[in-house]
């Protein structure tokens, strides 16, 4: 990898583009060892005010060290406290441009893409992830009062899964520990999953199967979700069906777009890291969070991967001076 000049608009050690648990994580780990980090929280990024999904997100009951639970909002001001407390520079702007080729790495914040980029020697990628949706009518008005992308996160409600692949994972069994009992609208006649999962799907009492069905809107009293209109594809039936929250797993878009065209990433636009690691297929830049993880997608992972790119970064720029320069 060839070196550019340092920036004389601004050079960091390390920058972190996201603001959610990952990249905080990272940043207070950063800050603690006087590497003084730069995070770019974005202004509205991947549809996100500063602070991620959890912005969105009210009671989280399932984060270590608040027995009584805390609203996402303010648990990510309290991660953001905590990062500015250690001395984090934190910029309320989005970068929309990077160039991964050559270090240091330079970047264009959103806005300034003709004008002279900024560096860092490390970047940090903690961009996260959004739920797929629908587009329902009624959708936007009972996200987060009913519909939810999460079920280990609000699986307190009976809600239905939209589609069978849902079936495959621990989705399912999530949602029926809580659920008085659990419909899944299947657009076929048959299930996509696996047959000893269906099976398993097929003979557990507490779950529905409603065959050739669609969503096609979110039904409540303006405050709460209350039932959803139903279609059957087959005979064009409709029908309203009473409930108290819809799940969707329909799948997570990562937010890669930044990136994926310079880093290594999988079918589904997730950076691919090194196992065992935050390491991406281009030295000096790691990956955390939701941005490289497709499986758990936790608030409490996330800041886990956050810690790890954090030490992994540090390391690699000790190693780097000890030897006499950026290599």
Known sequence: ????????????????????????????????????????????????????????????????????????????????????RFGTTIITETVSKIDLSARPFRYWREMQEDEEPETADTVIIATGASAKRLGLAGEETYWQSGI?????????????????????????????????HVYVLVRRSELRASKIMAKRLLNNPKITILWNTVATECLGDGDLLQSLRIKNVSTGEEKNLPVNGLFYAIGHEPATDLVRSQLQTDPDG??????????????????????????????????????????????????????????
């Open 148 to 180: 939810s992308a999460c079920a280990v996160c609000d699986g307190a409600v009976p809600i239905i899964p939209v589609r069978d692949s849902a079936a495959e994972g621990s989705d399912l069994s999530d949602l029926t520990k809580y659920g008085s």
């Open 270 to 327: 997730y950076i691919i890291t090194v196992p065992g690691t935050t390491q991406t297929s281009v030295k000096g830049v790691f990956a955390a969070g939701d941005v490289q993880d497709k499986r758990y997608r936790q608030a409490i992972t996330s800041a886990g991967s956050g810690c790890m790119a954090a030490l992994e970064a540090e390391r690699l720029i000790a190693e780097e001076e000890e030897l006499g320069g950026d290599a």
């Open 1 to 84: 990898m060839s070196a550019v000049e340092k920036s004389s608009k601004m050079h960091s050690k390390v920058v972190i583009i996201g603001s959610g648990p990952a990249g905080h994580t990272a940043a207070i780990y950063l800050a603690r060892a006087n590497l003084n980090p730069v995070l770019f929280e974005g202004f509205m990024a991947n549809g996100f005010a500063a602070g991620g999904q959890l912005t969105t997100t009210t009671d989280v009951e399932n984060f270590p060290g608040f027995p009584s639970g805390i609203m996402g909002p303010e648990l990510m001001d309290k991660f953001r406290e905590q990062s500015i």
